[in-house]
């Protein structure tokens, strides 16, 4: 399960509500990604000479063939669903199912970008630097109804925010984002992903938004998309039961796939 790349972003802040019913059913890996939680921070240098969805493939296989395993399904929301893109492209017959809420790189939006969201992150660091009012306002716009995390969310994230290496990591991520302009074009290798692909997508996401969506139905062979109405960009948080069930169907269907 790889998580996003909001700030103070981790396995744990993305995924804590859904362990206890997913790991029922599955085997859990929950890492944090480069950059983040307790994972190392790639300098400037690194982030100079690879994106962060190739240091992070890179990584995550190492830790993957560290455990000896072979073959597994991969779950990635936003800068996680652009790691599990490239890791499905890549090692096509390692990967066996492929669930992706919001991914980065494999969308290509019809409107406007930098997005909303994508806005929110950047200048979260920026100007005064964090605060807990940057981010409550970044929660707001995650989401489709910010009610539903309240203080002690935004405290806790903003905490997770301000530890020193991950700041620096940041700037260094956001400018070597800005030079590249964006992630990397996952989607012109869409057709490449042999694992049978559920998309989840919030009708109301503001930072990867719905109408990018298009792109992976048409070029994605084996994929299927659900629609949440009033969710934004944390689907597993935002409507956890109907994400827990959809996922554990998914992943447990033995139909053959084509």
């Known amino acids: 399960?790889?998580?996003?790349?909001?700030?103070?972003?981790?396995?744990?802040?993305?995924?804590?509500?859904?362990?206890?019913?997913?790991?029922?059913?599955?085997?859990?890996?929950?890492?944090?990604?480069?950059?983040?939680?307790?994972?190392?921070?790639?300098?400037?240098?690194?982030?100079?000479?690879?994106?962060?969805?190739?240091?992070t493939v890179d990584a995550l296989f190492q830790a993957i063939d560290a455990l000896n395993i072979d073959r597994f399904h991969l779950l990635g929301n936003s800068l996680g669903g652009a790691a599990a893109i490239a890791m499905a492209q890549t090692h096509r017959d390692r990967v066996t199912k492929l669930v992706l809420m919001a991914p980065g790189g494999g969308w290509l939006p019809f409107g406007p970008t930098p997005t909303e969201g994508q806005k929110q992150m950047f200048s979260y660091f920026n100007g005064a630097g964090p605060s807990e009012q940057k981010m409550a306002s970044f929660i707001r716009t995650m989401v489709f109804d910010h009610?539903?995390?309240?203080?002690?969310?935004?405290?806790?994230?903003?905490?997770?925010?301000?530890?020193?290496?991950?700041?620096?990591?940041?700037?260094?991520?956001?400018?070597?984002?800005?030079?590249?302009?964006?992630?990397?074009?996952l989607w012109k290798d869409l057709h490449l992903i042999k694992a049978p692909t559920l998309l989840l997508w919030g009708r109301d996401d503001r930072t990867i938004t719905l109408d990018g969506a298009q792109l992976m139905l048409k070029l994605i062979p084996d994929v299927?998309?659900?629609?949440?109405?009033?969710?934004?960009?944390?689907?597993?948080?935002?409507?956890?039961g109907e994400f827990e069930q959809h996922v554990t169907t998914f992943l447990s269907d033995q139909r053959s796939h084509s």
């Open 1 to 55: 399960m790889l998580h996003g790349g909001g700030p103070g972003a981790s396995g744990i802040s993305n995924y804590h509500q859904n362990l206890a019913t997913l790991a029922q059913h599955f085997r859990v890996l929950l890492p944090d990604q480069p950059g983040f939680g307790n994972s190392y921070r790639p300098t400037e240098a690194e982030l100079e000479a690879r994106s962060i969805t190739e240091i």
């Open 147 to 185: 009610r539903q995390f309240g203080k002690d969310v935004v405290r806790a994230r903003f905490e997770a925010s301000i530890e020193t290496t991950h700041v620096e990591f940041y700037h260094h991520y956001n400018a070597a984002f800005a030079k590249r302009r964006g992630m990397d074009p």
């Open 224 to 240: 299927q998309l659900h629609v949440f109405g009033n969710c934004g960009h944390w689907v597993q948080l935002e409507r956890q």
